[in-house]
């Protein structure tokens, strides 16, 4: 059985599922759905529409290089059947997608929680400028002679301005 890529949107395409487009030069174009068909049609760009996996791609939301999704690429062959084989392929694929999976949880924490945590220590210190009189004298002078306050809160004023 084999599975095909969706040209517009690099979804799975089973078989007997989907649209199949052929140009007069004789190139194949496989659809999951009239979706992509007439988004095709359309003469749109994958990469500039939002739900595509081109986009997602582009855009850094999803990872490009990764050793896990170069086997996705070569296992689409026909090999003649050998039960052995099967076995270690079959073993091989369980690790490769258990390997995967935690190579995109590790990619989504660094990508999330890294825009999250300068957005939060900005918003920190905004608050603290503007509390200044609730800090204790000692925590505050600790704070001007570090300067770390006085740096973030003139680049803060600079951009509200």
Not at 50 to 63: L, S, V
Not at 75 to 104: C, F, G
Request: hydrophobic share 35%.
């Amino acid at each position: 059985m084999r599975l095909e890529k969706c040209y517009f949107c690099s979804s799975t395409v089973y078989p007997g599922h989907g649209i199949m487009f052929v140009r007069n030069d004789a190139k194949q174009f496989r659809f999951c759905r009239s979706k992509c068909h007439k988004n095709f049609k359309m003469k749109r760009n994958p990469r500039k529409v939002k739900w595509t996996k081109a986009f997602r791609k582009a855009a850094g939301k999803e990872m490009v290089v990764d050793g896990a999704l170069d086997m996705e690429r070569r296992r689409n062959v026909p090999v003649r059947y050998d039960r052995n084989l099967m076995m270690t392929t079959l073993t091989a694929m369980k690790k490769i997608s258990e390997i995967r999976a935690k190579r995109e949880r590790v990619f989504y924490k660094s990508r999330v929680i890294s825009k999250k945590r300068t957005a939060e220590k900005t918003a920190m210190l905004k608050h603290v400028k503007m509390n200044m009189e609730l800090v204790p004298t000692a925590t505050r002078k600790r704070l001007e002679e570090s300067k770390i306050l006085g740096q973030k809160v003139q680049n803060e004023d600079v951009e509200m301005a």
